[in-house]
């Protein structure tokens, strides 16, 4: 077998805890970090990578489908059940090929900003109708390819989805999501392995979902939840996004979400809870004392105007966090990052509560876990060889100084900084341009406007 072998020396990298090494020398074997030496002086062979070196970032929660959206719902005034109306509109549009057009689009500009792994929580299964496609899983299989395409790795997060709310089933756009029950959906996604084939192999994984308990009622939960036992997957859910649903659940169940969740078997340490938004008291306890992770999602959260989440509470109680960019209202993991912070300080009315070190492994190693990924999200020997250079020559970085470059960076880079990103031990991004989707911007611009146009 020929290996491919490389070696980088990072002007600076993040190694873990709360400052940046200079000198970093890493060697890769083909798709793995094999040596990671701090101190040392730059071999001629090595590529120069000039600036702060970080793991690359994992996307725990994504919906590709919703780039389209973006810019294209902040006119007027509403909530998120009016945002998802537009968001039904385009999940109608949708077909196998426009999907994967879409979604390799999406991840691409993912990769320009340091994305390597992505957690696809993917709910869009059938035709318009609500028939199966020939193939059970084929926009799922095209999710997959589109984001091995464009060079990242991703865990397709299959979404049971099986009604618009307790007691309701599916109708219109919803037909597309909905299996016809639990076991329907455990059926369909026992396929998904042989539809997936060799692109396992390439870099994809699988997790499970319950889409909500809005979607799915307690007896279903059981089953998913058992199912992803079993196969020995990450379990998500979206939790208590809004205060409706809340409502919705109490009412019907005379439990909270969590509560639910909790009975069904669905909270352990393969769980992540994504928004995580009006818990309880009790809620949080729940989540905590059983080590379930938590997706944040902060720039979807605000602009969705769904509220935040104790996020900051959580993390110290038990439950690790994560971060995603959801329905991609912004892709970029340094504006999630801050925003978890400052979104707690407005929370709180007090500054500092996440260090710069606490939130890159938020956007690095926890979100590798949440995606059945653990060990990665570090540059460590035995990891997959995922790095993300951040150029210090912008105005955003102007003034850096070596002690403080790591808060400097996290607190102060956008995705536009992001100059050079090695996934699986293969560039991907060189000087700021992708090399595997050659036009990002005009590959988004036409695969909107192909969903959109009418």
């Not at 720039?299 to 109680?317: H, I, K, N, V």
């Amino acid at each position: 077998m020929n290996l491919h072998l490389a070696r980088y020396w990072c002007e600076h990298a993040w190694l873990g805890g709360e400052r940046a090494a200079s000198g970093v020398l890493v060697t890769v074997e083909d798709d793995r970090f094999v040596s990671v030496e701090p101190g040392a002086p730059r071999p001629p062979d090595a590529v120069h990578l000039a600036g702060l070196t970080l793991p690359g970032f994992a996307n725990t929660h994504s919906h590709a489908f919703h780039r389209a959206l973006r810019g294209r719902t902040e006119a007027g005034r509403g909530t998120f059940w009016t945002w998802r109306e537009d968001m039904y509109r385009v999940a109608q549009a949708l077909t196998p090929d426009a999907y994967y057009a879409l979604a390799r689009a999406t991840y691409a500009e993912m990769a320009l900003g340091g994305v390597t792994l992505v957690g696809e929580f993917h709910y869009l299964h059938h035709q318009p109708d609500g028939t199966a496609y020939d193939g059970p899983n084929e926009m799922g299989v095209a999710v997959v390819a589109a984001a091995l395409d464009a060079g990242l790795r991703v865990t397709l997060i299959d979404a049971c989805y099986l009604g618009a709310g307790p007691g309701e089933g599916p109708s219109g756009a919803q037909l597309r999501f909905a299996d016809a029950g639990a076991e329907a959906w455990a059926e369909r996604t026992e396929a998904l392995g042989p539809e997936l084939g060799p692109l396992l192999g390439r870099g994809a994984r699988l997790g499970a979902a319950v889409h909500s308990v809005r979607a799915v009622a307690p007896a279903g939960a059981e089953v998913v939840a058992a199912r992803a036992t079993a196969r020995g997957v990450p379990l998500h859910f979206h939790l208590s996004e809004q205060a409706a649903e809340n409502e919705a659940s109490l009412a019907a169940y005379a439990r909270t979400p969590a509560q639910v969740l909790a009975d069904a078997g669905a909270l352990g340490s393969s769980s992540t809870a994504v928004h995580a938004t009006h818990l309880s008291d009790a809620d949080v306890g729940l989540l905590a004392g059983s080590n379930s992770g938590v997706c944040m999602c902060p720039t979807t959260e605000r602009d969705l105007a769904d509220g935040t989440g104790p996020a900051r509470r959580l993390g110290l109680s038990g439950s690790p966090v994560s971060l995603g960019t959801d329905s991609h209202a912004v892709v970029d993991m340094f504006q999630e990052m801050q925003a978890l912070e400052m979104d707690e300080r407005l929370r709180t009315g007090q500054r500092g509560h996440w260090t710069a070190g606490e939130l890159l492994s938020a956007a690095t190693a926890r979100g590798h876990e949440a995606l059945g990924w653990a060990g990665d999200g570090r540059i460590v020997p035995g990891a997959t060889a995922d790095m993300v250079t951040v150029a210090l020559g912008s105005a955003r970085l102007a003034g850096w100084s070596p002690d403080q470059l790591l808060a400097q960076v996290v607190f102060g880079a956008l995705a536009a900084d992001v100059t050079h990103v090695v996934a699986s031990g293969r560039p991907i991004v060189v000087d700021g341009r992708h090399r595997l989707v050659d036009d990002v911007p005009g590959a988004l611009d036409e695969a909107i406007k192909a969903v959109l146009t009418p």
